[in-house]
């Protein structure tokens, strides 16, 4: 085959990876991509050149006459999706997991012999470099005949550890296995051959959602074909960040480290006794000179005098191209349907060994009568703030309207018979007016992220004003808009330390900041302009820098975080920062409620618990127990680092990104809050107590 036309089925984040890959593989046009959100759809073919965009996959497939589909939708959605377009006679590239059950994944291989098309799926850490590497030593017989594999997967997982527990993964306890386990199982497989037996266990059990819970440790001990693996796999924040193989041999033990990139070959040296120790010390010199070779790497790539080089990418581009090469050849899949239902099988012997107790029933909420119906609609409820307006309303008896995207993972509060659920997407303008319509108090507290400014505007700024728009229609008392403090520019305000109030002028200059900072000054000014010449009912709240149960814990208010315990402050971290908890937030946008004469008004909320940035992190060592290296960080020198970055990737061809001291300068926060106006009309007392702060603040976590 050649001139291969290639769409891509789902654009989330992995599908980035892919579109960067493919522009790298001779003889292949992306003609189109699809997803079912059709902005998000655009959004992405305009980053990547693609010509067509498509909400359906059977107009997709029709209209660009593609051969070949990259389905990178959500898991549960492979099966359905790959079906449908292996029976129109296209060839597939699927993301594992594969699917559900092995026996999805037989039903799929039968489909596509039957239209004699391929299937393959993306193992892509069997196309690690590193990976290669060691099957090349291990093939060479350099550390004898392996018998034994370690692999330890440990980390941070992102969709647990910010509550998105709406995802798939965590709809059953036993899906964390098949979404995480194919990475292992699939580099075992190559080196051990197939997994006869499995023994295992799943510890660390957390309740998620309502009626839902997870296991954040799982391990096995495995019989394969030809040897003997342990499989530990840990998820959340509190585990550190590994992703290594060790491969045991008579001779020698490799160490495959993917997360830093690291090889390393312990064998049996030639020399004597007494220069052993020495010899096997000088094994440590090359992954430094590796590391070394990283950093000219990435230099280069930006610079354009080198294609791009990072592991993670190289294990996707590689993949990807040895899926095509063998498509133009054809060869034999590298990793086909037969690989990816083998995996499969292997995944579910482990969930099955485990035995492990699957969630409960779901049980249906049960509502309130319509005649006491709720006066109050929030959005964005799943997450920090609304989640505690939503918890303390329900406790003093008040029903509440929440608007989701998707009800399933919310947690056990919201799901009360004083909680009314409407399913809907904040982008789409019946949703809104069928969620707003009937209520007297809209909090809109939902916001996005996007990867530009076109995909700020279409999740947040549009969405503000079908808000602003419904709530005109609908005569609501207020209308109440989340912002952030992050909306001001100190350096415009009078004072060497300024006095901020909720009057004060918010920053002239929004694209001078940052894609957030940015979106929320623009839905403010055209709020405004919808207060002044339309009515709108409109409030103001801008919270300062939250905390407190739910949150985040390394929050970017303190400092630039490099990593879980790595934080350089923005400064020298010696001013006070204002904090404030989450649950007092959500109690001064509560007290809202009922009051008169408040449109047209601005609220700060900061707490009284001022605490310094340093002081925040040494009370952050000793809850946590943790050695967290904090240090700090000038923003003049800040700003040379962020010019030379951008210096390696404007001269590389990059123009999109921002170099703005204006931006760093306010992270700082180096000013005052002066909340009095606040605590008098809203009747609100932030918690003061220092102890009690810190407890509520980050105690709640240990």
């Known amino acids: 085959m050649k001139n291969i036309k290639v769409g891509i089925i789902g654009t989330g984040f992995i599908a980035d990876l892919h579109a960067d890959a493919l522009k790298r593989v001779s003889d292949i046009s992306v003609a189109g ?26 107009d997709l497939i029709l209209k660009e006459k593609i051969d070949t589909a990259h389905i990178l939708v959500p898991p549960d959605y492979h099966f359905p999706v790959a079906k449908e377009v292996l029976e129109k006679g296209v060839s597939v590239l699927l993301e594992k997991p594969m699917g559900l059950s092995s026996s999805e994944c037989r039903e799929l291989i039968r489909i596509a012999q039957e239209n004699r098309v391929k299937l393959g799926v993306n193992h892509n850490l069997i196309f690690s470099p590193l990976f290669d590497r060691l099957l090349k030593d291990i093939a060479s017989h350099r550390i004898g005949k392996p018998e034994y594999v370690i692999a330890f997967f440990g980390g941070p997982l992102g969709q647990l550890d910010f509550g998105k527990f709406g995802h ?48 954040d440790r799982w391990q096995a001990m495995a019989e394969c074909r030809r040897g003997h693996a342990f499989i530990h796999l840990s998820f959340g924040s509190k585990y550190s960040p590994q992703r290594v193989l060790h491969v045991y041999g008579q001779d020698g033990v490799i160490t495959a480290d993917f997360m830093n990139n690291r090889y390393l070959v312990q064998e049996k040296s030639v020399f004597p006794d ?15 000179v590796e590391g070394i070779k990283d950093f000219s790497d990435y230099v280069f790539s930006k610079l354009k005098l080198k294609d791009r080089a990072d592991s993670f990418f190289l294990t996707m581009k590689n993949s990807i191209t040895a899926f095509y090469d063998a498509m133009k050849q054809g060869k034999d899949l590298p990793s086909d349907g037969e690989d990816g239902a083998c995996v499969i099988e292997s995944c579910e012997k482990w969930i099955r060994a485990a035995d492990i107790a699957e969630n409960p029933k779901p049980q249906p909420v049960v509502q309130l009568g319509e005649e006491k119906g709720e006066d109050i609609l929030i959005t964005g409820a799943g997450g920090f703030i609304g989640g505690s307006m939503v ?13 989701v995207r998707n009800p399933k993972g919310l947690r056990p509060a919201l799901c009360s018979p004083l909680v009314k659920i409407v399913r809907g997407d904040i982008t789409d303008p019946e949703s809104v007016r069928k969620a707003v319509r009937g209520v007297k108090y809209v909090f809109h507290l939902a916001h996005a992220l996007g990867q530009s400014w076109e995909d700020y505007q279409r999740l947040n700024v549009e969405p503000a004003k079908l808000f602003a728009k419904a709530c ?56 405004t302009q919808y207060h002044k010449e339309k009515g709108l009912p409109l409030i103001i709240a801008r919270p300062a820098v939250v905390v407190g149960k739910n949150g985040i814990l390394t929050h970017s208010g303190v400092g630039q975080w490099t990593r879980d315990n790595v934080c350089a402050y923005w400064g020298d971290g010696s001013h006070p920062l204002p904090f404030v908890l989450g649950e007092d937030v959500a109690r001064a946008l509560i007290h809202i409620i009922g009051r ?12 009284d618990a001022a605490l310094s940035a340093r002081e925040y992190i040494a009370c952050l060592k000793k809850y946590s127990q943790r050695n967290i290296r904090a240090f700090p960080y000038p923003i003049r020198l800040c700003f040379l680092s962020e010019i030379f970055k951008y210096a390696i990737k404007f001269a590389g061809g990059e123009r999109g990104g921002l170099l703005s001291y204006r931006d760093l300068s306010n992270r700082a926060i180096n000013a005052r809050f002066d909340c009095s106006e606040e605590k008098r009309l809203l009747d609100w007392k932030p918690c003061a107590d220092k102890n009690e702060f810190l407890e509520k603040a980050m105690g709640w976590a240990f």
């Not at 693609?50 to 996959?57: E, K, M, Q």
């Not at 007494?274 to 430094?288: E, H, K, S, V």
């Not at 008169?596 to 707490?607: D, H, I, K, Q, T």
Request: aromatic share 12%.
């Open 391 to 403: 918890e303390q309303l329900s406790a003093r008896g008040r029903r509440v309207r929440i608007l």
């Open 472 to 527: 005109l229609e609908e005569k609501v008392k207020y209308f109440v808009f989340a912002s952030t403090i992050a909306v001001y520019y100190y350096g415009d305000l009078p004072g060497e330390i300024p006095t901020v109030y909720g009057n004060s002028p918010i920053d002239s200059k929004p694209e001078r900041r940052n894609f957030y900072a940015r979106s929320k000054i623009v839905i403010e000014n055209l709020l």
């Open 274 to 288: 007494y220069l052993d120790p020495t010899a096997n010390a000088m094994r440590y010199f090359p992954p430094l």
């Open 33 to 58: 991509c699809c997803d079912l959100d059709p902005g998000r759809a655009k959004s992405f073919a305009s980053r990547w050149n693609i010509p067509s965009a498509y909400s359906n996959v059977n």
């Open 168 to 215: 798939w993964m965590f709809q059953k306890p036993g899906n964390i296995i098949l979404e995480q386990g194919p990475h292992p199982i699939s580099q075992i497989r190559e080196i051990l051959g197939d997994i006869d037996e499995i023994k295992a266990v799943a510890t660390g059990k957390r309740e998620l959602g309502k009626d839902q819970f997870f296991y």
């Open 596 to 607: 008169e004469g408040l449109e047209g008004r601005s609220f700060n909320l900061a707490g």
